[in-house]
């Protein structure tokens, strides 16, 4: 198994911000953006990595990003190590297809979640109410089927390791104004709409994503990461059957591991077997493939 990078550390830089995946570095007028292998599960970061995870959340990014340029602005500075400030040329070996230098945005502080399929707390939320975040669904819907159409469904972004709470569209506009919320839900689903018809073109069903928005000199720009198995539900298109779970290409494979470990999900989290770790960056490694017609040779 290759070498994993856990997490980084770069004496000379300003630490800026660690999060379940990336490491965030000031560079004062913009910020080095580091995705690491970490992988969290029930918002609680697992003690084994996977290995290139980060590489591909990267690369998987960049290519979204250049498919999006279209819709929006975004906020990739380079990927090319040799255009990042001096001191980082010793780590390239680190940095080099796992990290993008990036424009400094003011973050909106709503998770936008687009749903196309009915899975994860979409389908807890519609068993208990017939609902998903305020939208009234038709009723008769089971596990995994497809919506009429996409529905977004925004959620508080927490810090910390809380939950991220699904809350209803007036309560998004109450947090950031009406016109703010409505432009970044037309926006929400005209990329979910994009990018889920050209995933489908490559065999992947994207059941739900979400996407970060922010405001750089008062545009509306997406940020963080976009369409990646971290952020998305990945089905494979040949095995969908809907009435049941599905085989995923995302970090579901983990969190279905560790329901059937009956982990209680709460810290400390449990390791993972060698053959878990393996098939994750499988199964992340076949999603990058098939999207992007490149076979990487990480």
């Known amino acids: 198994m290759k070498k994993a990078v856990y997490k980084t550390h770069f ?4 630490l800026a911000k660690t ?9 004062g007028d913009s910020f080095l953006m580091v995705a690491t292998d970490r992988i969290s599960a029930f ?7 996977i290995p290139d995870k980060g590489k591909i959340l990267t690369q998987m990014s960049l290519f979204w990003f250049d498919v999006m340029k279209p819709l929006i602005p975004n906020h990739v500075i380079t990927a090319d190590v040799k255009d990042y400030p001096k001191l980082f040329i010793p780590y390239a070996d680190i940095l080099d297809g796992r990290s993008i230098r990036v424009k ?14 009915l899975s994860g707390s979409g389908w807890k ?6 609902e998903v975040c305020g939208i009234r669904l038709p009723a008769g819907l089971r596990e995994s089927d497809k919506l009429p159409e996409p529905i977004f469904t925004p959620a508080t972004k927490e810090e910390g390791g809380e939950h ?17 919320a409505e432009k970044i839900r037309a926006m929400s689903l005209s990329i979910y709409k994009k990018g889920s018809e050209l995933a489908a073109e490559k065999g992947i069903i994207i059941a739900d994503t979400k996407f970060e928005f922010g405001l750089l000199n008062n545009e509306l720009i997406i940020i ?27 970090k579901q494979y983990v969190r279905d591991y560790l329901i059937s470990i009956k982990w209680d ?10 053959d878990v770790i393996r098939n994750t960056r499988e199964k992340y490694l076949e999603a990058l493939t098939q999207l992007t017609g490149i076979n990487h040779a990480f």
Not at 164 to 178: L, P, Y
Not at 265 to 274: D, V
């Open 164 to 180: 991220d709470i699904n809350i209803d569209f007036e309560t998004s506009a109450k947090m950031i104004g009406k016109e703010l």
């Open 43 to 49: 918002d609680v970061i697992m003690p084994d990595p």
């Open 11 to 14: 004496p000379e830089a300003k």
């Open 104 to 117: 400094k945005a003011d973050a909106i502080p709503i998770e936008c979640v687009v749903r196309g399929y």
């Open 125 to 130: 939320s519609y068993q208990e109410s017939g």
């Open 224 to 250: 963080d990461e976009i369409l990646t198995p971290d952020s998305s539900r990945f089905w494979p298109k040949v095995s969908y059957r809907p009435g049941t779970s599905q085989e995923s290409f995302d």
């Open 19 to 27: 999060g379940k995946v990336r490491d965030m570095y000031d560079l």
């Open 265 to 274: 999900k709460s810290p400390p989290a449990p390791s993972f077997p060698e």
